[in-house]
């Protein structure tokens, strides 16, 4: 079964410290993975994409194949990271179909 | 260019109502999904389109439907509704649908079922 699971509905940390979303996920073949952001009174966003490699805003994500994990990290958090991040896969490649994992509501205190 | 939009962008029906919501994509985009977002069930794949066809469907009972049209807008209704149907419904449209292009979401539709 296609799945994802963000074991962490709340993840509070202090501004400057390291961050790390938690994501595992279940799919049999070569799974395409994303992170969604959504600030406050904002729209669901696109963060990254783990065929990019690419670092946005600070955050980087690995895909893990043997853990079947994708992470989300960044080493020093700011308090406009404040968000609900949603860990998506990509269901099937030839259409738009993403499962998501419920979400871990980023709080970063100053 | 505009995003996505989504009408209306509140509702309210009583139980055994049916509704229609509207998306309308970013001009362009030929793929449009739709996702029931409840505080319980998280975000939950409706069913794709593209090109007017229905290409991919999640596991939603068949009081669940939708359509496109020529211009890429879509509309989905939900017949004979549930309390259960209480929801954000949220449309994402994409210039292919394939994984490698960025999907785009609209606002939402909060849809309250009484």
């Known amino acids: 079964a296609q799945r994802v699971t963000q074991p962490e509905k709340l993840l509070s940390v202090f501004k400057g410290a390291p961050v790390e979303l938690k994501c595992n996920y279940s799919y049999s073949g070569s799974p395409e993975l994303f992170w969604y952001v959504q600030y406050s009174r904002q729209r669901l966003q696109l963060l990254l994409r783990?065929?990019s490699r690419e670092s946005i805003k600070g955050f980087t994500a690995d895909l893990n194949k043997g853990e079947t994990s994708f992470h989300l990290k960044k080493p020093f958090a700011q308090e406009e990271d404040s968000a609900m991040y949603y860990c998506?896969?990509?269901?099937?490649?030839?259409?738009?179909?993403?499962?998501f994992g419920q979400g871990t509501t980023l709080q970063v205190k100053p | 260019k505009a995003g996505v939009t989504q009408t209306p962008r509140y509702l309210i029906k009583t139980r055994g109502q049916q509704v229609t919501l509207s998306c309308s994509p970013i001009?362009?985009?030929?793929?449009v999904s739709w996702y029931q977002q409840t505080p319980g069930q998280g975000l939950q794949f409706l069913f794709e389109y593209f090109s007017e066809t229905q290409r991919n469907k999640g596991n939603f009972p068949g009081r669940f439907s939708g359509r496109q049209f020529s211009n890429s807008r879509s509309e989905m209704n939900v017949s004979t509704l549930e309390l259960g149907d209480s929801a954000l419904y949220l449309c994402?449209?994409?210039?292919?649908?394939?994984?490698?292009?960025?999907?785009?979401f609209g606002p939402g539709t909060r849809l309250l079922v009484l």
């Open positions: 001009s362009g985009h030929r793929s």
């Open positions: 994402a449209s994409s210039s292919t649908g394939t994984s490698t292009v960025t999907q785009y």
């Open positions: 783990h065929i």
């Open positions: 998506a896969l990509h269901g099937s490649s030839n259409t738009g179909k993403l499962i």
